[in-house]
């Protein structure tokens, strides 16, 4: 998603022409929980009627279209705002966008194709486990220890372990998931699983920038904090 061409935005730049800039930018408002109906407002003013912290949500954006890490803005946001964000990111893909895609994946499936149907959703919900069980060690490990830092607390974890561990056996899922169905699915009805298709390669995008996200804005935040404290 990163595409290092985009143009940096800051508050008094409206969010409509966020948006239009690049539309990549549509997933990140929707898993900000920030409305539509954006009329001419500011993106500092949506911030600030949102509650959310606006330099926190400039660095995030500003990343996704542009590449680029602002990084007077890497060290005066709180880490914290940025969890938020990422914890509300793990809730949209398992609640909201892994399911759509299942069921979209489940509608394309062929009678014709009984017996590769039930791999292909195997494989489709193996990788959703996977999904589950990284965002679940983030959530229960790394974000409250880094709640606990920015409180003051060392405690008895490093983030170095998790820049470590951070892998990605996810994306070889669900590069088995797409190798089945493009080499070995034929279908009398290829529209829909061409959607599924789709939904799928825009999801591994989706994730890919929210895993560069923690490997490139959480967890140089966290370095530095763990530097000082
Ligand atoms: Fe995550
Ligand atoms: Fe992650």
């Known amino acids: 998603m990163e ?4 143009r940096c935005f800051n508050a008094d ?3 409509v022409d966020l948006i239009e800039n690049d539309y990549n930018v549509l997933t990140v408002l929707s898993r900000f929980s920030l409305p539509l109906g954006f ?24 990343y996704i ?3 680029k890490i602002d990084s007077k803005y ?3 946001v709180c880490p914290t705002d940025i969890t938020y964000f990422l914890r509300n990111s793990h809730d949209y893909y398992l609640n909201y966008k892994l399911p759509h895609i299942r ?12 017996s590769i149907n039930p791999m292909i959703i195997r494989f489709f919900d193996d990788y959703v486990n996977l999904v589950k069980k990284h965002f679940a060690y983030e959530e ?17 974890y490093n983030i170095d372990v998790f820049r ?11 590069s088995e998931l797409k190798n089945i169905i493009l080499r070995y699915y034929s279908t009398s009805q290829p529209s829909k699983m061409y959607d599924a298709l789709a939904d799928i390669y825009n999801c591994e995008e989706d994730l890919t920038s929210h895993a560069n996200i923690e490997n490139h804005i959480l967890i140089p935040m966290i370095e530095r904090i763990e530097g000082r404290v």
């Open 103 to 114: 069921s979209n994946l489940v509608d394309a499936l062929d009678e014709s194709q009984r």
């Open 164 to 174: 470590r561990n951070h892998d990605y056996e996810i994306e070889e899922k669900l």
């Open 74 to 76: 890497l060290s005066e």
């Open 140 to 156: 229960n490990i790394v974000f409250p220890y880094i709640d606990s830092l920015t409180h003051g607390s060392k405690g008895n």
């Open 13 to 15: 730049d409206t969010v």
């Open 3 to 6: 595409n290092n061409l985009g």
């Open 39 to 62: 009329g001419e407002k500011s993106i500092g003013e949506l911030c600030e009627e949102a509650g959310i912290n606006t330099e926190c949500f400039l660095l995030i954006i500003n």
């Open 65 to 67: 279209s542009s590449g």
